[in-house]
Each structure stands twice: as structure tokens, then as C-alpha cells.
């Protein structure tokens, strides 16, 4: 318990302690998040009609965000595998970012879904025993059920390893293992129900689709690894963090692989809706070329195409990819990609037509913009803080006074097995 | 329809098992209650905790449910001094509600819809209407090629007219969405929501393939002098803000024998309503003898909303 204390402890103080460049980083953070607070509060004092939503387009860019985002905690996964399973050194070295990303998305996902009821006040209705959850027949219920739970598996799992390590002990394999494998097959449905929640939808056939849900997948595996090689040259960067060439090396052959079969789906659904010209091609056809004269997203979804094929590209050229900055602005390109075409490109023309043939378009309204930005800074804020932590405990630099101070890697779960 | 029951019984049993479970904590809301009541100098201030705490409806009793209902009544006296009278007619059993419509004789007047909103105290502004009244282009059934925003005469020699509600679907997706079950289909068929359970997340909305459901944005307005004061819990009583809405077939009128108020404004005889269980009832002679059409059949949600010829 007393170690536990020093842990909170030597936490707190690594929090607060940093760079200038590490203050400035958390002020523009909390400038975003104070606005985003007063945005929150405007629109709960003042309802949902301070949104662009209608009852044509009754969802808009926070369960946009909240799609884009459940995709993005794929980073953990898609290290852990490789980490924990074979033995990866590289990957093992930093698989602990891939988690605390995961954890970030899921809180901000979380906080997306939130924002967009009527009556966030009225959530313990979900709560089993306390209200009614409607598990297993809604997909909303599952989504519930499988977003807590993989925030809590990640965080256990982290906190857990983290823990052990300051106080100088080698991870006990028999109490997080488990937990970790249990991630591995959640992750499964961390991107495939929130595709089934939408694909569910016999009246929507737009996204009543059976490739919707590999596309969240390859889409995940490609936004969440490539957000990924982002942070870790930020932290190698600018908190002296080693990272492996080998590591950024294989998260980019993930990336590549997924960026392109991510574009092939995208390809194939295109092709399905667009050639046979059927009635149910309508929100297709206006996303990509606009219908009967209502083309406000078709801009959006070319360019976000665009930076996927600009992304793909460079991930499959040696030339390009193996200049630093090139891969890095690659990423990007990747993450903005998805985001738009798995945001607001695939929520949004779902209700366009509606099922009554009107249509109504939707851009988000001002408090809605700031309300995402809000939620955007307070999930980069609290995955800050948790680098800020998480990275000289693995350098061994932060310890329980009296533990040795070094490194403890892959070696010790080898000796485990 | 035996499934259709079944289902629904299961669906009591599940919450009523749950509700067992909830009974200490229901005895505790209820001392909690109290304690406010009793801390309060007027019952008003205690209300704000009573409604938050406010159970599902398939749980309250009927001692509760009375409870409930004053206070909304007292609600709407203080906030526009108007008397209404709440009640809570229930399903009859053997009856089983389905609407008939005339696709040959509706002429887009759109009666239906204002006397719906008149009826169902729907807000006046923002405004909020349950029927969609579509123009349709001859020669298709395709709803996508019509207008929903003619104006002008009607009915033009180049239209023809297809009023949308609720369906009240057998399968209705609607009723599987909602993640807190909020809203369910009663025994007689007629889908309803509980305003003080619903969290505003809108996925009943977005599975609706009639697009049938509304939501309040805003806050509901309606003009003193044009509430109707007779009001269904489930069905035409004031809404709050943030919660989804629908057509109930009118449940309040319908469950004691009257017809709903769209049918009632209609001046073309179009709309048939009635019992489908009762072989001689008007829409089950509508439903056997003429020529039948189901909109988005091929959604698979099984509705009790007919469209005729002839």
C-alpha cells in the first residue's frame, strides 16, 4: 500500500514537471478543452437543437468521431500480437504507447457518445440492475458493453505493468496475461460491433453492407498503427525515448498492407453500389458525385480518398518511405484519410436520401465543432499525461526508491514462459 | 401475432425479473424520496429528484403511476395554467391495431397531418409533424422521386399522393435499437415511448425505415390555448426536451373505441382503421378484398400499415 502511495506519488510529480515546450503543449491543449467544456455546457443547458442534426440527419460528427475513434485504438492490438505472442523485442519496447493509445481513444469515444444524447445526465437507464440494458438485442448495448470493457482491459493491463515495474519487479505473467490475451480476442469486437451497429440497419442501404465491417477493420489497421509511428518519433524525439528502427519499420509494413486493402474494400463497395445503378446507390452516388444538385460532402469525401492513395503509395515506395519526414507526413495522410471516410463520410450519407427519399445535408454546427476539438484535446491531454508517466518508468529513471534502475524488457516474460 | 405476444411477454418477464432485483433499491428511491419531501417546503422542490429517479414505466405501480401523473399535471397547470388529465388507457386484449390507406382516393390535403399535431400537442415551433405527406410521380412507386414540399392546389393531374406515419411494425427495428428499452410494442401493437426513460440517443431513428420517429431538439412549444388537455402517458401528453417521439395510432382515443384524428380529418374517406383480429372490421375487409401494398416490404419489419387501391 505504501508503495502504492509512492507510486501516485512519483506520478503526480512526473506530471508536473517538464519542459517549456511541454507546458506550452498542455496550455494549447487546455485552451481547446476549456472551450470545448464551455461548448459542452452551452449545449446541455440549451439542447441538442444547438447542433446542425435533424430528424433527417439525427446523427452528425460526434458519433462520426466516435466511429473513427473506436478504429483508432487498434494501435494496441495490433502491437500486443506482435509483442506478446511472438516475441517481437522491438514491438515489445513501446507496445506500452500502442496501450495508453487505446486507452485515450476509448475515453474519447466514450465522451463522443456522451455528447450526443439528449439526456447525458439519464445514463445510469444503461446501467444493468439500476436501468435497463437492452443486451443482447441492441447494438448500442453491445457497443456499451465492449467499449468499457476494453478500456478497462487496457488500462488494467497498463497499470498493471506499469506498476510492477516502478517497484523494480519483472511483470507477474499469471496476473496480466490472461487479461492481455482477453484484449487480443475483445479487439475483435471493439471494431466489428461498432460496424454491426450500423450495418445492422436493413432500412439504411448505405451502410447495411457485409464488407462494412472488414473496412472498419483494415481502416482501423490502418489508422491506429499509423497514428502510432507518429507518437513514437514524437517521444523518441522529444522525451529520449529509444525506439527501434525495426519497430517504426514493422508498424509500417502493417500500415502499408492495411492501407491498401483498406482502399481495395472501398473499391469493391464503390463498384457494387455505383455499376448495377439500383435505387439503393442514392447515398453513394451522393457522396461521391452529389444527387439531384446537394453535393456539400463531395469534396470532402475525394480529398479524404486522396490522402489515402497519397498515403498508400508512399507506404509501398522504398524511396519515399524511408525518408523520415516523407513516412511521417504519409501517416498523417493515412489518419485524416479514415478519419474522413470513416467519420463523417460514412455517417452522414447513410440518412442522405432518407428513407422517404428527402434530402437534408448536414455540416456541423459551431458548438458542435467545438465540442469535438474539446474532446480531441482532452483525449491528447490525458495521453500526454500518461506518456509523461509511462516512459521513464520503461527508461528505468522512474523508480520506488531502493528499486534498481533498469530497464526491464522482453527478456523477463521469455524467462516467465 | 401468438409469436408477436410471446415476445412480448418475455420481454415483461425480463423486466419484471430485473425489477425484483430492484425492488430494495426502489424501497431506498422511495425514503430517499421522502427525505426530500420532508427537507422541501413544497413539493415542487422534490420533484426534480422524483423525475430524475423516475423508474421504467413496466416497472412503476400503479400507486406510482398516479403519483406521476399529478405531478405532471401540476407541471403543466404551473407552466401555462391549463388543466389537463393524464390517464394511461391500457390494451384491450383480442385487439390488435392496423391502419388502412387509399393510395386511389388520398389527395394531399394534408388535413391529416395538422389534426395530427393538433391532437398529439406536437410542437408547434420548432414545428414537428408525425405524417409525411409524399407527392408522388405517376407511374412509379418509388418514394425517392417524391416531394414532400409541394405547394399550390391539389391533387394535380400528374401526382399522386402517399401519406407516411408510424408503421407499428410487428419486427420493428426501433424497438431492438434503443439500447435502455425505452420504447416497445404494446400487446395491441401500437409502439410506444417512454418520455422519462428515453436518453436522446437517436438510434431508433436512424434504424426506422419509415422515418417515422421524431426528436426533440428543442424545446417543445405549444400555445396554451392549443393543448389538447385529454393526454396518454405513452401517447399525446406534453414531451420534454431531448427525448424521441411518434405516431401511437392516437392510443388515447383508439383504446376507448375511438378512431385516431388523422382518420377523423380526412375528407376522402382514405384512411380505414380498426381491429385486425375482428374478421368483420373494415381494414380486414380492406386487407382481403382489395389490391395491397407494403411500403419497404423489403425491410423485413412486418408493419400493421396497409396501402390500398381502390
Known amino acids: ?417 | 401475432m401468438s409469436e408477436d405476444h410471446q415476445n412480448d411477454d418475455e420481454r415483461e418477464a425480463v423486466v419484471e425479473g430485473v425489477g425484483k432485483a430492484q425492488a430494495s433499491r426502489r424501497r431506498f428511491l422511495q425514503v430517499l424520496g421522502a427525505a426530500t419531501a420532508t427537507a422541501a417546503t413544497s413539493q415542487a422542490d422534490a420533484a426534480p429528484w422524483e423525475e430524475y429517479f423516475q423508474q421504467h414505466y413496466k416497472r412503476l405501480t400503479d400507486e406510482d403511476k398516479r403519483a406521476i401523473f399529478a405531478r405532471l399535471e401540476a407541471e403543466v397547470q404551473d407552466k401555462y395554467g391549463v388543466t389537463v388529465r393524464i390517464n394511461d388507457p391500457k390494451p384491450i386484449d383480442g385487439v390488435e391495431f392496423a391502419y388502412a390507406l387509399n393510395l386511389q382516393a388520398c389527395v394531399g390535403c394534408r388535413r391529416c397531418e395538422y389534426a395530427c399535431a393538433q391532437e398529439n400537442n406536437t410542437s408547434r415551433s420548432p414545428e414537428m409533424h408525425y405524417i409525411r405527406v409524399l407527392q408522388m410521380d405517376k407511374g412509379s412507386l418509388d418514394v425517392e422521386r417524391s416531394n414532400t414540399t409541394y405547394e399550390g392546389a391539389v391533387p394535380t393531374p400528374e401526382h399522386y399522393y402517399q401519406p407516411v406515419q408510424c408503421h407499428q411494425c410487428r419486427d420493428a427495428p426501433c424497438v431492438r435499437a434503443c439500447p435502455v428499452n425505452a420504447t416497445w410494442a404494446e400487446p395491441d401493437g401500437i409502439v410506444v415511448v417512454d418520455y422519462n426513460w428515453c436518453i436522446g440517443c437517436r438510434y431508433c431513428e436512424a434504424a426506422c425505415p419509415y422515418f417515422a420517429r421524431r426528436f426533440n431538439y428543442e424545446e417543445p412549444t405549444v400555445r396554451p390555448s392549443e393543448i389538447n388537455p385529454d393526454q396518454g402517458y405513452l401517447s399525446n401528453r406534453l414531451r420534454p426536451r431531448g427525448v424521441m417521439e411518434k405516431c401511437t395510432y392516437c392510443l388515447h382515443r383508439t383504446r376507448k373505441g375511438l378512431m385516431p384524428a388523422c382518420l377523423e380529418a380526412c375528407p376522402t374517406g382514405s384512411r380505414k382503421f380498426g381491429n385486425l383480429l375482428d374478421p368483420n372490421s373494415e381494414v380486414r375487409q380492406v386487407i382481403e378484398t382489395k389490391r395491397v401494398y407494403i411500403l419497404h416490404e423489403d425491410a423485413g419489419t412486418n408493419p400493421r400499415f396497409y396501402y390500398y387501391f381502390g
Open chain 1, 1 to 417: 500500500m505504501r508503495d502504492f502511495i509512492a507510486f501516485v506519488r512519483s506520478s503526480l510529480g512526473a506530471v508536473v514537471h517538464g519542459s517549456s515546450a511541454y507546458y506550452r503543449w498542455l496550455a494549447f491543449l487546455g485552451v481547446w478543452m476549456l472551450l470545448g467544456c464551455a461548448a459542452a455546457t452551452y449545449q446541455f443547458a440549451n439542447g441538442l437543437g444547438v447542433s446542425s442534426l435533424t430528424d433527417q440527419v439525427p446523427w452528425g460528427v460526434y458519433i462520426a468521431n466516435f466511429s473513427f475513434l473506436v478504429g483508432l485504438a487498434a494501435a494496441s492490438v495490433l502491437v500486443v500480437i506482435p509483442a506478446y505472442v511472438y516475441r517481437d523485442a522491438a514491438l515489445y519496447d513501446v507496445s506500452i504507447l500502442g496501450e495508453l493509445l487505446a486507452v485515450a481513444a476509448m475515453v474519447m469515444s466514450l465522451l463522443f457518445i456522451v455528447v450526443d444524447l439528449g439526456h447525458p445526465e439519464l445514463f445510469w437507464h444503461l446501467l444493468p440492475m439500476l436501468g435497463i440494458l437492452n443486451f443482447p438485442q441492441s447494438m448500442l448495448a453491445w457497443d456499451v458493453v465492449v467499449i468499457n470493457g476494453y478500456l478497462f482491459i487496457n488500462a488494467y493491463v497498463v497499470s498493471y505493468l506499469l506498476y510492477s515495474k516502478y517497484c523494480g519487479r519483472v511483470p507477474n505473467k499469471r496476473w496480466y496475461f490472461p487479461v492481455l490475451l482477453l484484449g487480443v480476442v475483445w479487439a475483435v469486437g471493439i471494431h466489428t460491433i461498432p460496424a454491426f451497429l450500423y450495418a445492422s440497419l436493413g432500412g439504411r442501404p448505405f451502410w447495411h453492407s457485409a464488407v462494412l465491417a472488414p473496412r472498419f477493420l483494415a481502416s482501423a489497421f490502418t489508422s491506429g498503427p499509423a497514428l502510432l509511428i507518429i507518437a513514437l518519433t514524437v517521444v523518441r524525439d522529444q522525451m529520449h525515448f529509444p525506439v527501434r528502427e525495426e519497430a517504426l519499420h514493422r508498424l509500417r509494413q502493417i500500415v502499408g498492407v492495411a492501407a491498401v486493402f483498406n482502399l481495395f474494400l472501398t473499391v469493391s463497395e464503390i463498384f457494387v453500389e455505383i455499376y448495377p445503378g439500383t435505387s439503393h446507390s442514392a447515398s453513394m452516388r451522393y457522396i461521391l458525385v452529389g444527387l439531384h444538385g446537394h453535393n456539400l460532402l463531395v469534396p470532402y469525401i475525394w480529398s479524404g480518398i486522396a490522402l489515402s492513395v497519397f498515403a498508400a503509395v508512399v507506404f509501398l515506395a522504398r524511396p519515399l518511405y524511408s525518408r523520415p519526414k516523407v513516412l511521417l507526413v504519409a501517416c498523417a495522410c493515412a489518419v485524416i484519410g479514415v478519419w474522413i471516410e470513416k467519420g463523417m463520410g460514412l455517417v452522414i450519407p447513410g440518412f442522405i436520401p432518407t428513407s422517404l427519399g428527402e434530402i437534408v445535408e448536414y455540416s456541423p454546427s459551431f458548438i458542435e465543432f467545438c465540442v469535438s476539438a474539446g474532446i480531441w484535446a482532452i483525449g491528447a491531454f490525458l495521453y500526454t499525461l500518461m506518456l509523461k508517466v509511462a516512459v521513464p518508468i520503461e527508461l528505468g529513471t522512474l523508480r520506488l526508491p531502493g528499486a534498481p534502475n533498469e530497464r526491464i524488457g522482453l527478456d523477463p516474460i521469455r524467462g516467465a514462459a
